[in-house]
T-cell receptor, first 116, second 109 residues
Framework: NAGVTQTPKFQVLKTGQSMTLQCAQD?????MSWYRQDPGMGLRLIHY???????DQGEVPNGYNVSRSTTEDFPLRLLSAAPSQTSVYFC???????????????FGSGTRLTVV | GQQLNQSPQSMFIQEGEDVSMNCTSS?????WLWYKQDPGEGPVLLIA?????ELTSNGRLTAQFGITRKDSFLNISASIPSDVGIYFC?????????FGQGTELSVKP
């Protein structure tokens, strides 16, 4: 049971490049989310999904796309990287309903992205 | 949209002291969660609260889900050096988990 796995752990991009941050969970969680964390800003929700085939925008969705074709995977795509997207990105997953309430969200260890 | 206001932003305390931090919101949340984040790591769940008015303990940690479902507090008793880190409150509604800005705790031995 690996939990929530994020790859890569570190990435440097040039402005305008695109890339995909991978997130996979093996706990059969319905809910998955992507966050970015900047100094002094806490964790801000980018996109989230309540199940396969269903995604929705969070607080800061601009510049990012997501899809959820399987329960296990929730990739985050940066369409055209900008220096403002330099951040630490976290993926998280959770059961829905009562189990989700009881056990909360499990987080990956993060991807540190620098855009130059 | 939903926002969580967490206070204080930072705390500097002596080992052995008790700590209290809280979160408020203008929106109702279904659950309140408290997380701790160590440097270079993802947040780790400390306490989950899912009933309004609920008071829950986990070792030296105690948290409460406000009766209005718009606030929560976390208390840490008899702090120790390993309590150092950033503490986040978070609330869930409709599959979304929203975070407060965090409280950075420093403990002086």
């Amino acid at each position: 049971n690996a939990g929530v796995t994020q790859t890569p752990k570190f990435q440097v991009l040039k402005t305008g490049q695109s890339m995909t941050l991978q997130c996979a969970q093996d706990m059969n969680h319905e809910y998955m989310s992507w966050y970015r964390q900047d100094p002094g800003m806490g964790l801000r929700l980018i996109h989230y999904s309540v199940g396969a085939g269903i995604t929705d925008q969070g607080e800061v969705p601009n510049g990012y796309n997501v899809s959820r074709s399987t329960t296990e995977d929730f990739p985050l795509r940066l369409l055209s990287a900008a220096p403002s997207q330099t951040s630490v990105y976290f993926c998280a997953s959770s059961y829905s309903g009562g189990q989700g309430a009881r056990y909360g969200y499990t987080f990956g260890s993060g991807t540190r992205l620098t855009v130059v | 949209g939903q926002q969580l206001n967490q206070s204080p932003q930072s705390m500097f305390i002596q080992e052995g002291e008790d700590v209290s931090m809280n979160c408020t919101s203008s929106s109702i949340f279904n659950t309140w969660l408290w997380y701790k984040q160590d440097p270079g790591e993802g947040p780790v769940l400390l306490i989950a609260l899912y009933k309004a008015g609920e008071l829950t303990s986990n070792g030296r940690l105690t948290a409460q889900f406000g009766i209005t479902r718009k606030d929560s507090f976390l208390n840490i008793s008899a702090s120790i050096p390993s309590d150092v880190g950033i503490y986040f409150c978070a609330g869930t509604v409709g599959g979304k988990l929203i975070f407060g800005q965090g409280t950075e705790l420093s403990v002086k031995p």
